[in-house]
């Protein structure tokens, strides 16, 4: 496809199956159920390991609207595995600076990624049918994935080893069987309603309103692109607004409305001009003509579904837990359930491991989802105080961060997504020797520049889509009998010339990490032999 | 620890400071001035097991409450 393809007015063809004829349901060892970032996420992992993969969209378009637009460093080098990184991030935004004002006056500025020596940025902006544009492209590369575009699922019944799905279109109803169905259908999840579960949480009683604006001439005199947030700003006083930059010259503001804004009322373009042009005026002292691209007003809330396995449906991104968008922590975390579930789909279905190493993807995602959940509810108290108490602290904080650093520190404007740190996986083999915490087992491996053959590359490229052995020093010769890849720092063909690999590792000669597929320490030592490395494996592989 | 034993180094002098510190305050100002204070004390204290016990010691028996 050209590189001027409309994301926004894409559809995709239906076209008729032969299963819709067959005499019997036809099986499919893998369905996943979302075209979205997440479901084509977990397809295209699942496709690239050699699963053949049925994914099944009841729309035929992308996304309706900008929605998720802040894409963060995890999903970044997930999709750099997945084929997709680059054309995400020469499309986006990148960024990693913030600042926070509190009235028209700015009191701190802050820097995601301040240190040199990654790959990717902290973020990118980038609108979602963009990404699901990309990713889609991606899928359709892949000859053993196939997407049924308007294909609903509208039953579902689980029977011993096979769920059977009844699947609406165009030309009727249809049925197949699936050895495992992955849930990626979004925050109102048919497939969550068709098993009688809920996602439970907490509702926030308060609506934004998200316009997307287009603006011909540059917004900031140097055409950066930073997170602005202001809290009570003159412009919209007593609520907060959001202002970020996208692709195409698209910014998007996000105003707090307040739990009586009417919803109707609030997204017609004649109520949402005169606000921006306030801002405009009050927040940048200028006019500037724009046109205004999508609006929406939204409520959210923070919750998630008790157990994300079901038998042999799993749950995965919104249909399994929801967030505020305070943090961009929605479709971030879809993105890493998927790679957490993909690699393991692959290791049952190969027979490397047993059915119970599923059961662990549901309890490191549930882990992960909490953690998301108590920073995005504390960012929204925050944000949004519910009490006279609650503002009374909040405007302290804000006056007090002007001119004192811890206060800056207490300042929540959204705790920007970052991926979770498994601690307590089964699948973790703890530290023997000793070791600095940052990377512990169950953290995702970070970046560092790597000098290969005499050309730069970086420490997560070099990571194969299997278990890898990271060692800092020649490779042992016993590590060619084990089912690794194996990645060596030997100073030879891949060395470390700025040492940042063996400082974020904290590694001296001889110090091997196990990796997972999906990137998460498995385990390390000082100096192991092939059975600790082995008992490492077996442990990640088949917990107990 | 929370210290709970006479501690301040001039109590009356500091008690006299507080109050002052209040003077020609609306309430709504006195509240900001008591927020602002708990705050800078909170991170001169920096310990969360320190504050979760003066948090509870300030929360019991409150003047008001029927015991």
Redesign the interface.
């Known amino acids: 496809m050209s590189n001027v393809v409309d994301y926004q007015q894409l559809e995709f063809e239906y076209r008729k199956s032969p299963d819709q004829d067959a005499a019997a349901p036809a099986h499919h060892a893998l369905v996943v159920v979302g075209a979205g970032p997440v479901g084509l996420s977990l397809a295209i992992d699942l496709a690239q390991r050699g699963q053949r993969v049925l994914l099944l969209d009841n729309d035929h378009k992308l996304s309706t609207g900008s929605r998720a637009i802040c894409f963060a460093k995890r999903t970044l080098e997930i999709w750099d595995r997945l084929g997709v990184g680059q054309r995400m991030v020469d499309k986006g935004v990148s960024w990693s600076v913030g600042r926070v004002f509190f009235g028209s006056q700015e009191v701190y500025r802050f820097d995601l990624l301040p240190e040199a020596g990654h790959e990717r940025p902290a973020f990118i902006n980038l609108q979602q049918y963009y990404a699901e544009g990309f990713l889609v492209e991606r899928a359709m590369e892949l000859p053993n994935l196939e997407i049924r575009w308007q294909n609903k699922v509208s039953a579902l019944a689980q029977e011993g080893d096979r769920v059977t799905l009844t699947v609406d279109t165009p030309d009727g109803p249809y049925a197949l069987t699936a050895g495992y169905v992955a849930a990626c259908d979004g925050s109102r999840s048919p497939l969550r309603g068709l098993l009688g579960q809920e996602s439970k949480g907490r509702v926030f009683h308060d609506r934004f309103l998200i316009a997307d604006l287009k603006f011909d001439a540059p917004l900031f005199d140097n055409d950066a692109a930073e997170r602005w947030f202001w809290f009570d700003p003159p412009f919209h006083r007593g609520y907060s607004v959001l202002l970020h930059k996208q692709a195409d010259k698209v910014w998007r503001l996000d105003f707090q409305l307040g739990w009586d804004a009417d919803p109707d009322a609030e997204r017609q373009p004649e109520r949402i001009v005169p606000r921006v042009q306030q801002v405009l005026r009050q927040g940048f002292g200028r006019e500037l003509p724009f046109t205004l691209e999508w609006a929406s007003v939204y409520t959210f809330a923070c919750l998630r579904m008790d157990r994300f396995r079901h038998g042999r449906v799993l749950f995965a991104g919104d249909s399994a837990h929801g967030v505020s968008p305070f943090g961009a922590r929605g479709a971030n975390s879809g993105v890493q359930d998927a790679e957490n579930l993909a690699w393991k789909l692959d290791a049952v279905l190969r027979g490397r491991a047993q059915d119970a190493l599923l059961d662990s993807y549901a309890s490191e995602r549930e882990y992960a989802a909490d953690e998301n959940i108590l920073n995005s509810t504390r960012a929204t108290d925050f944000i949004t105080p519910k009490s006279e108490i609650s503002r009374?602290?909040r405007?302290?904080?804000l006056?007090?961060a002007r001119d004192?650093a811890?206060?800056r520190r207490?300042v929540n404007s959204g705790r920007l997504s970052v991926p979770a740190t498994l601690d307590g996986s089964a699948l973790n083999s703890a530290d023997g020797d000793g070791f600095q915490a940052a990377l512990r087992p169950g953290a995702p491996a970070v970046d560092a520049p790597l000098v290969k053959n005499g050309k730069p590359s970086w420490l997560l490229r070099e990571l194969g889509a299997g278990f890898t052995l990271l060692v800092f020093g020649p490779a042992p010769a016993w590590a060619t009998a084990l089912d690794v890849g194996t990645v060596a720092i030997d100073g030879a063909v891949l060395r470390d010339e700025q040492g940042l690999a063996a400082q974020r590792y904290d590694a001296a000669p001889g110090t091997t990490y196990l990796l997972r597929p999906d990137h998460h320490v498995a385990a390390r030592w000082r100096k192991p032999d092939a059975a600790a490395v082995r008992r490492a494996l077996h442990q990640a592989l088949m917990p107990c | 620890m929370l210290i709970t034993e006479p501690n301040l180094e001039r109590p009356d002098d500091f008690y006299e400071a507080l109050l002052a510190a209040h003077q020609d305050l609306t309430l709504e100002q006195s509240?900001?001035l008591n927020?602002?204070l708990?705050?800078?004390l909170a991170?001169h204290v920096g310990r969360l097991d320190v504050l979760q016990a003066a948090l509870a010691a300030a929360r019991a028996n409150l003047n008001g409450s029927s015991r």
């Open positions: 009374l602290f405007d302290a904080v006056g007090l004192f811890f206060a207490v | 509240h900001d927020a602002r708990v705050l800078l991170n």
